[in-house]
């Protein structure tokens, strides 16, 4: 996909998990932005945990030509009990890392 080109639009619908093999994107949120991805990261994961039942709370566009993988909520389901452990274990290590930027945004911003 090209560069500038919007994956997921906020306040959309949606359930499945993207994967990002190659290139830059950015997460925004009215506007604001709250986070790069690069190559090898997980983004659409709030609505994939929450089934959907949420919208979307977030933008993604990206930054460069990007390579990435949709996965349906349905097919991740299929999935062996060992995979879907390690894919787990991907996507809190991702929200881990996230949760991390975010606080050290909010340390600095009261500084």
Do not use: C, H, W
Not at 4 to 18: I, K, M, P, W, Y
Not at 27 to 50: D, P, V
Request: hydrophobic fraction near 40%; charged fraction near 25%.
């Amino acid at each position: 996909m090209n560069a500038q080109s919007a994956l997921v639009r906020e306040n959309d619908l949606g359930q499945s998990l993207f994967f990002l093999a190659r290139g830059q994107a950015k997460a925004t949120r009215q506007g604001r932005m709250l986070n790069s991805i690069g190559a090898g990261e997980f983004f659409g994961e709030m609505a994939y945990i929450r089934g959907g039942q949420i919208p979307r709370q977030a933008t993604v566009e990206t930054l460069t030509e990007v390579l990435y993988a949709e996965y349906e909520s349905t097919a991740l389901e299929k999935m062996s009990p060992t995979s879907q452990l390690l894919l787990t274990r991907a996507l809190v290590r991702t929200l881990v890392e996230r949760l991390e930027f975010a606080n050290d945004r909010i340390a600095q911003a009261f500084r």
